[in-house]
């Protein structure tokens, strides 16, 4: 109860500071792209084990839309040995996944934020001559068709043919590659590449496979290839804070999360050298109850945050660009 009030506050604390403000315009992308000046956060201890992946099919009510915000790799019912490569392969989930960005607050957080911000870091690298990428764990191909519009070699990777099948639609001219490249290694064209992406995967891997995905794509990266990465549960954010809260009192994990600080440490460990954070999603999805709010208010706190920098502490997500040593 406490955590609701707390979250309510924030928000119309929020809403009352961006009255007036209120323009619902997309976010202008060069102003995003401009890395903020990361402050080390607060240390946050990540979650050691894996956590248990709901079926998509978990129980939520009829309008509850899709993915939470620490999304599908939570709520403990299949056993800790479990890796998140299991995570997106049972039948339905390319569909339920699409879903997601389909409508609603998740569509108009990547339509109006994520979309326009990893579009102008790609541009930024491709400017600066890379030509060869690769999106691993590409799912349905919502950042590999974007891939798509700047390089000229583009490889995406991914090991559930389901999500593969409408990364193909999606994305013709890619080369689309079904493989697990922490088995299968480095070899043919995912090697040499000169940018890869990694989205909506680190936060929910369990470590081993964190470590083993950062080693592999350290290999597929030439010498100063760069590493484009999201992390999308910072503690510090509204939302994060509510699980880590939540996490505490139930004695366990049910929201994996991750700091800047965390993201940065795993990154430098694999042999990258962090050259940008750029935090966004200033606004926390409160829940299917409230999406006309969410829907309403997440631009306008997004273009809040590009005008008072330091309300970004509180953005749920960052990308972190990290050159290979
Ligand atoms: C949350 S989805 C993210 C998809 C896409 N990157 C995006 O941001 O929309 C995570 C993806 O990771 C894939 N995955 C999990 N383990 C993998 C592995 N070892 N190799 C390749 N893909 C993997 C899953 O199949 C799933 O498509």
Not at 76 to 105: L, M, V
Request: charged residues 20%; proline residues 5%.
């Amino acid at each position: 109860m406490t955590i609701a009030i707390l979250v309510i506050v924030w928000s119309l604390a929020l809403a009352m500071v961006m009255r007036g403000r209120l323009k619902g315009a997309p976010i202008d992308a060069g102003a995003m792209a401009d890395p903020m000046v990361v402050e080390e956060p607060e240390p946050f201890h990540c979650a050691s084990e894996t956590d248990a992946a709901p079926p998509h099919a978990n129980g939520r009510r009829r309008a509850e839309p899709t993915q939470s915000d620490c999304e599908d790799w939570q709520s403990g019912n299949i056993s800790s040995s479990t890796s998140y490569r299991q995570s997106h392969i049972s039948p339905g989930y390319a569909e339920y996944y699409e879903k997601t960005y389909a409508e609603g607050y998740y569509a108009i957080q990547w339509e109006q934020v994520e979309k326009p911000l990893v579009r102008t870091i790609l541009a930024g690298l491709a400017q600066r001559g890379a030509a060869h990428s690769l999106d691993f764990a590409c799912g349905t191909g919502r950042i590999l068709q974007l891939h798509g519009e700047v390089f000229d070699d583009v490889v995406g990777t991914d090991i559930s043919a389901e999500m593969l099948a409408v990364a193909r639609l999606r994305c013709p001219e890619a080369r689309i590659v079904e493989a697990d490249l922490t088995t299968t290694g480095v070899s043919g064209h995912v090697a040499g590449r000169q940018v890869c992406t990694a989205f909506r995967f680190f936060l929910n891997a369990e470590p081993a496979l964190r470590a083993d995905v950062l080693e592999v794509l350290r290999r597929c990266l030439v010498e100063g290839g760069h590493l484009v990465a999201n992390f999308h549960c910072n503690p510090a954010s509204p939302a994060g804070t509510f699980y880590r809260i939540r996490n505490r009192l139930s004695g366990r994990t049910i929201n994996n999360l991750m700091s800047i600080g965390e993201a940065e440490a795993l990154l430098r460990t694999h042999g990258f050298t962090i050259q940008a954070v750029h935090r966004y999603g200033l606004w926390p999805r409160f829940g299917w109850r409230f999406n006309r709010m969410n829907e309403l208010l997440l631009t306008p706190a997004e273009t809040l945050g590009r005008q008072a920098p330091v309300l970004m502490r509180f953005a749920q997500s960052f990308i972190i660009v990290a050159r290979r040593d």
